[in-house]
T-cell receptor
């Protein structure tokens, strides 16, 4: 499978616990994005990387959220001290070069987080 | 105000009908627009790009009106398989990220 891969597909956790999600982009893609989607809403931008550099973080990304892409390949998104409001689908996407050259974002299947 | 706004629907149409969705955007500096399709519990996928001159792909036609800051998607001869959520998407200035609308849900019935 050469698409964007996300793990786990589903995560159920108790409020206050830490969770970490992983995203493996398409291998030659150097742009990697994290979005969050709640029911009835479109995906909301969280952050993106150009290779290993995190270039922008949304105000939605509180200090409980941290994302890394240490070697410019896979990325992790960690949420500390989860809250019920963090329950959402976390989508990862990648693109070849910047969007000015490649209009298409390839999305993974997402990680569905439920905080009890 | 959201940067990209859409009517969430749902739009219920019979097979064979023509249906049109509009969306409006607030950032006049936005350069590029797209329609993405999202099936239930699946990831969004690019349907088509939107150009001022109009863009047609089979039964789908997309149009951009910069003066009025709205984008449209027309689906002709609707199929059951067209049932999905259609996301209106803008690219921000600097071409760094895509901004999604809330999506419009389409239900095509037999």
């Amino acid at each position: 499978d050469t698409g964007v891969s996300q793990n786990p597909r589903h995560k159920i956790t108790k409020r206050g616990q830490n969770v970490t999600f992983r995203c493996d982009p398409i291998s030659e893609h150097n742009r990697l994005y994290w979005y969050r989607q709640t029911l009835g809403q479109g995906p909301e931008f969280l952050t993106y990387f150009q290779n290993e550099a995190q270039l922008e973080k949304s105000r939605l990304l509180s200090d409980r959220f941290s994302a890394e892409r240490p070697k410019g390949s896979f990325s992790t998104l960690e949420i500390q001290r989860t809250e019920q409001g963090d329950s959402a689908m976390y989508l990862c996407a990648s693109s070849l070069e910047g969007l000015i050259r490649s209009e298409k974002l390839f999305f993974g299947s997402g990680t569905q987080l439920s905080v009890l | 105000r959201k940067e990209v706004e859409q009517d969430p629907g749902p739009f219920n149409v019979p097979e064979g009908a023509t249906v049109a969705f509009n969306c409006t955007y607030s950032n006049s500096a936005s350069q590029s627009f797209f329609w993405y399709r999202q099936d239930c519990r699946k990831e969004p996928k690019l349907l088509m790009s939107v150009y001022s001159s109009g863009n047609e792909d089979g039964r789908f036609t997309a149009q951009l009106n910069r003066a009025s800051q709205y984008i449209s998607l027309l689906i002709r001869d609707s199929k059951l398989s067209d049932s999905a959520t259609y996301l209106c998407v803008g690219m921000n200035t600097g071409f760094q990220k895509l901004v999604f609308g809330t999506g419009t849900r389409l239900l095509v019935s037999p």
